[in-house]
Structure formats: C-alpha cells, structure tokens
C-alpha cells in the first residue's frame, strides 16, 4: 500500500511539475502585420527596436521576457497615448502581467518616445486593434 501512495505522490508532483513548467514558457507572441510606415514610426520603428523589442518583442509581438503591445488591452481607449508615454518616463509596476516590473527608459528623448507611440499605434491599427 505505501508503495501505491508512493507512486502516486510521485506521478501527481511529476505532472505537477509538467505543466507548471509548460505555463511558464509561455509567451504570448502575436503574428504581426507591418504596415508601411509613416517617417516618425520609422523613427519610433528604430529606437523601438534598440529599447524596448528586448523585452516586447519585434515589431511589438511580445516575447517571454514582455507582452505584445499588439493586443486589444493595449488600444488606445484603454491605454491612451500618454500613458505610454509615462510607462517609458517612470516606468510601470508589474499589475496585469507575469512579466516584471517595466524599467523607465531615460535613455530616449520626448520627440523618440512620441515616435515610439506612433509606430505602435500604426502597428495597430494595421492589426486591427482601434
């Protein structure tokens, strides 16, 4: 009998393990179209790429380390343009996602940050978010 309840404590934390493992690779990498872009989401475009596709991906499609931008939580009557603009000025606490805290990014300028907001924002309404 000991042996039974053995074997079942080992099945039950093996799968245990199994899927935990699985939910925490995750990521919730979207497929992105990319539109032609305006000259200042081409800017936003590089400086996107420089800072912060490290963590939300390329082109904005999330990564294991940060969410996609392109998701409809993101659109712009949920998270308006200035409160991405103050997520690179201060930075954001981790609240809705499992990712970590979102680092301030000092190292760009207010003209790049509007850049990078216009290429997100192009990026999704090409993708259907509005």
């Not at 800072?51 to 993101?74: F, K």
């Not at 003209?111 to 309404?125: A, C, N, P, S, W």
Request: with cysteine; proline share 4%.
């Amino acid at each position: 009998m000991k042996f039974w309840i053995g074997v079942i404590i080992v099945v039950v934390l093996f799968a245990g393990g199994t899927i935990w493992r699985a939910q925490s690779g995750r990521t919730n990498v979207v497929s992105v179209t990319v539109p032609v872009l305006s000259s200042s989401a081409k800017a936003g475009e590089a400086l996107f790429s420089q800072s912060c596709a490290v963590c939300h991906g390329t082109n904005a499609a999330g990564s294991r380390r940060g969410p996609s931008l392109i998701l409809q939580i993101y659109q712009p009557g949920h998270h308006s343009d200035a409160a991405f603009l103050s997520a690179m000025q201060l930075g954001v606490r981790r609240h809705h996602w499992r990712f970590g805290n979102m680092p301030r990014r000092p190292e760009i300028d207010e003209q790049g940050k509007k850049d990078i907001i216009t290429y997100v924002r192009e990026l999704q309404r090409a993708n259907g978010i509005l």
